[in-house]
């Protein structure tokens, strides 16, 4: 795949997964494929669960570098290598090259792909996607070598792609292992999943992200703790907040509650028209992520009486103490969250004027705040 074209496997700005070096806070997963490589178990289908942005992507493209580069366990006799301690190959060993080149012949990875007619990337993974490894694993049998197969992610596939994938689970081809990326394992037809060992992957702590954000060659702006919390544990999803500035707009957002009961509407304005710019569709559509969430910490603290344990912006903890001080304005906030949320993926799907949907949005809020 050239630089140029789209890689929905990435996010703008940071270094792609096949790029990722380390991988931080996945330990437990990485010594659960380890082990069954050593122990000469290894499955031929790996699923890779967990929530978005946890280091899915990165796992699977260092399996993928360690079973292109490593001897299997019995191979060599007496004179086999030790056995391996660890998924780490060295960046100048020659598999790990030809990966980062995109040159490794015994690498597939599935994405969605370009469609032919319209020239604009697939909304899923199609059949045609998934039929393509066929022609993958027949080229590359001929040199007996190990084969591996990224889907990212598996969640995007059609009905048609995923019982294309289904037909070559139950027939695996020789020495191939396919490594499926799902954020939500519970939308896949049954039939695959129980056709795949699962590694489950699970959410940063504070200190994690402070590391795995160091290691992405991204500038971190701001508290890792903050990002932790926006986040939900997930780098990736740090690595968005980071890029598009999403801890400048969740700490605007808490200043814009601090005016209630009386809302600044000059504020709420130009927040909304920032939002509504030309281009700024991924900005708008992460507005209302954070207002998603700025709603669920106001409905937790009213049901624990606690605000979180750590605030994701200048004064939060005073907000939502002040604004949801009761176990029943508690669930007033979680009524009119989902309302909202509702109001804002209709609106965005038929691409109702991005600043009225954000005024109407913030001005609901206002409406919702105890008096």
């Not at 940071?14 to 996945?26: F, S």
């Not at 004179?79 to 598999?95: E, N, Q």
């Not at 992200?209 to 991204?218: E, K, R, T």
């Amino acid at each position: 795949m050239s630089d140029d074209a789209p890689q929905p496997d990435r996010v703008d700005g940071a270094l792609h997964p096949r790029e990722t070096e380390r991988l931080i806070g996945q330990e437990a997963a990485e010594a659960a494929f380890l082990a069954a490589f050593n122990a000469g178990k290894l499955h031929h289908a790996w699923m890779l669960t967990g929530p978005r942005g946890v280091g899915k992507a990165t796992l699977a493209w260092r399996i993928a570098r360690f079973l292109l580069a490593t001897p299997d366990p019995d191979e060599g006799g007496m004179f086999a290598a030790p056995t391996p301690g660890t998924l780490d190959i060295a960046p100048d060993h020659p598999v790990a090259r030809r990966i980062a080149s995109g040159g490794e012949g015994g690498l597939k990875a599935v994405t969605r792909s370009i469609n032919p007619d319209t020239k604009r990337m697939r909304k899923q993974i199609v059949v045609d996607d998934i039929r393509a490894l066929n022609g993958f694993f027949q080229m590359s049998a001929a040199d007996g070598g190990r084969r591996v197969v990224i889907i990212d992610d598996a969640d995007e596939m059609n009905v048609n792609a995923a019982n294309a994938l289904l037909k070559m689970l139950e027939e695996p081809p020789a020495r191939a292992t396919l490594l499926l990326l799902s954020h939500q394992p519970s939308g896949l037809l049954p039939t695959i999943r129980s056709r795949c060992r699962v590694l489950r992957m699970g959410t940063l702590d504070a200190d994690q992200m402070a590391d795995a954000l160091a290691a992405s060659g991204v500038a971190i702006e701001g508290d890792p703790g903050a990002l932790a919390e926006l986040s939900g544990g997930s780098v990736g999803g740090a690595l968005r907040l980071l890029l598009m500035g999403g801890l400048k707009i969740y700490a605007e957002l808490v200043a814009l509650m601090a005016s209630l009961p009386r809302m600044d509407r000059a504020r709420a304005i130009k927040l909304a028209e920032a939002a509504a710019q030309r281009g700024a569709e991924e900005k708008l559509a992460l507005l209302f992520t954070l207002i998603d969430l700025l709603l669920a910490r106001l409905a937790r603290t009213g049901a624990t009486g606690t605000p979180p344990a750590v605030e994701a912006a200048p004064g939060e903890a005073q907000l939502l103490h002040r604004l949801s001080p009761t176990p029943a304005q508690g669930r007033a906030w979680a009524e009119v969250a989902q309302e909202i949320s509702a109001r804002a993926q209709h609106g965005m799907a038929v691409n109702l004027d991005p600043a009225a949907l954000v005024l109407d949005t913030l001005f609901k809020m206002g409406d919702t705040a105890p008096r």
